[in-house]
């Protein structure tokens, strides 16, 4: 990235937080969104995007006709290198964990297995039941994993060592899970993180010097996955921190601090 490339445009809209339920404040929020934007426009990041619902997100990217950047192609994209870099600052072997995906979601169920299935081999799917025979069907064919789906997942929860959630609404007995399971929680509905467990990783960060991208005033160092997909087109880049209820940790520090204490995992 040269040093005078133009990346996007950045503009403080609103000063103050918007209530998004005020209809009223959302047109005037998006007319000047229009006033802004050209035809060269189609990517729209907006800081807090997690906290929209999703009827409000529909509406934006319908009045708008761009897409809100959400991180969600670049946490799945990096999925599988953070799970291996945890298990080998563990010293232990990737594939001999099992993993839960809980998704509700086809085709992101699809790319999320299909994403770790090169290193991992016992995967467990649930959350899209409707769907089941075609994902196994793709996934078998795509990356010879055969997948399985359990009659009752309460029964087995304490088999799994890391769990990946994308869904927003999940209802889970965290109580049968074990003590040092890794949790990805990528879903946008209330985090489920208790203290008894390594907290839930909800997103990845990025360090933005290493983005080619000079540091400025508007933009903190750390950069989360969705501005992250506003600046960079490669979704594979180092991840320099997991992000949990406000915290960045190195992965080094995560796995010293929250599970080497535990034991195995």
Not at 12 to 40: Q, R, T, V
Not at 184 to 200: I, T, V
Not at 208 to 224: H, P, T, Y
């Amino acid at each position: 990235m040269g040093e005078n490339d133009i990346i996007g445009r950045m503009a403080g809209i609103n000063l103050k937080s918007i209530d998004f339920d005020d209809e009223y404040k959302l047109k005037e929020y998006l007319d000047a969104i229009m006033k802004l934007k050209d035809e060269d426009c189609t990517k729209l990041f907006i800081e807090g995007y997690e906290k929209l619902n999703k009827e409000t997100i529909y509406h934006i990217q319908e009045f708008t006709n761009m897409k809100i950047l959400d991180g969600e192609e670049t946490r799945i994209n990096n999925l599988s290198l953070v799970m291996k870099d945890i298990c080998n600052l563990m010293k232990e072997d990737i594939a001999e964990k099992e993993i839960l995906v809980i998704c509700d979601d086809k085709e992101k169920t699809k790319r999320t297995i299909k994403e770790i299935s090169k290193d991992v081999r016992f995967v467990t799917a649930i959350g899209c039941e409707e769907h089941n025979d075609e994902i196994y069907e793709y996934i078998l064919e795509e990356t010879g994993l055969s997948l399985f789906y359990p009659v009752n997942i309460d029964r087995i929860l304490e088999n799994y060592s890391m769990i990946i959630n994308l869904m927003d609404d999940l209802s889970l007995d965290f109580s049968k899970v074990r003590r040092n399971c890794i949790v990805f929680d990528f879903g946008q509905g209330n985090s489920l993180h208790n203290n008894k467990r390594p907290p839930f990783i909800q997103d990845f960060a990025f360090n933005l010097n290493d983005l080619g991208i000079n540091k400025n005033r508007l933009m903190q160092n750390r950069v989360l996955s969705n501005l992250f997909e506003a600046l960079v087109e490669d979704r594979k880049k180092d991840i320099k921190y997991l992000y949990s209820e406000g915290n960045y940790y190195s992965i080094k520090d995560y796995v010293n601090l929250f599970i080497k204490v535990k034991g195995k995992f």
